[in-house]
């Protein structure tokens, strides 16, 4: 049986569940998408904490190590890519977070690709073990850098290279891959607690996002605009209508007959 309020109706409390249904679905989908990226924040923080690489994470790859250096990264199908005419690039900097919109799976106009091969992050360089040859991106080389913010592609400047030139990776690759080399060479400038720092703030920055529980819509809050489809809007709709209408009619009445008799009966100006 169908609940009513004091005076028999049932509208008030089809609106109240109307609302809270709207209200409930709007922060389930807001509190899940908070804390997707506060999951990803935490993980990465828990990554900047703990992640160390090993030399014997390289053992089976065609690639010599020096004695101090260890792989932290390896990824076995990453396209080479170069710029012709490429502008000077940022300075590798430690920027880290997760990414805001999906990359897609495209070469930006300008970037052509040079050859294919593994994708290794040492302490010391990234590599690219291609099928053409080697190619090398020393860290303490470096003098630009710049990860594209639509697609999976970073590109790189160093001072024992003139051609700008970079990495194509899998979509799902780069987000990992472009934290573990902003890692590496944050160890490469012994600036790892920097990168922690920056997390933590983060995540404190998103911990006053979190969405908060809506209030309870009650019956008693019910309108009579509840009891119209399109709620106030409609409502103020008619009212304006309501108003309108009459003042059109008013101004385009016929004007008073008598008025016109009297002013065709005035004699003219002699």
């Known amino acids: ?15 109240a569940h109307r609302q809270n249904e709207r209200r409930h679905q709007t922060y389930r989908s807001a509190e899940a998408a908070w804390r ?15 992640f160390q690489g090993s030399a014997a994470a ?39 977070g997760p990414e805001v919109t999906p990359l897609r799976p495209r070469r930006p106009d300008g970037v052509r690709v040079a050859d294919a091969g ?44 003139r051609r700008t030139s970079g990495v194509l990776l899998p979509a799902a ?23 922690r720092a920056q997390l933590d703030e983060l995540i404190a920055e998103h911990a006053e996002l979190k969405p908060f529980r809506p209030a309870v819509a009650t019956p008693g809050q019910a309108r009579l605009s509840g ?19 009459p003042a059109a009619l008013i101004e385009t009445s016929p004007s008073d007959p008598g008025a016109e008799v009297a002013i065709a009966a005035t004699p003219g100006p002699t």
């Open 58 to 96: 390289g053992m089976g790859l065609p690639l010599e190590l020096a004695s101090d250096e260890v792989v932290l990264w390896v990824w076995p199908a990453v396209q080479l890519v170069e710029v012709r005419h490429g502008a000077v690039l940022p300075a590798p900097d430690l920027t880290v």
């Open 1 to 15: 049986m169908a609940r009513t309020d004091s005076t028999g109706s049932t509208w008030r409390y089809r609106w």
């Open 118 to 161: 593994m994708a290794v992050i040492t302490s010391r360089r990234l590599v690219l073990l291609g099928g053409r040859a080697r190619r090398d991106w020393a860290y303490g080389k470096m003098t630009g850098l710049a990860h594209d913010p639509a697609a999976p592609v970073t590109l790189i400047q160093t001072l024992d290279r």
């Open 173 to 195: 690759a780069a987000a990992d891959f472009r934290f573990k080399l902003t890692l590496a060479f944050a160890d490469a400038i012994e600036q790892r607690d920097a990168v």
């Open 36 to 50: 997707r990226r506060n999951d990803e924040l935490c993980r990465l923080r828990a990554l900047a904490a703990d």
């Open 227 to 245: 009891l119209v489809p399109g709620g106030r809007r409609t409502v103020a709709v008619a009212a304006a209508i309501a108003v309108l209408v």
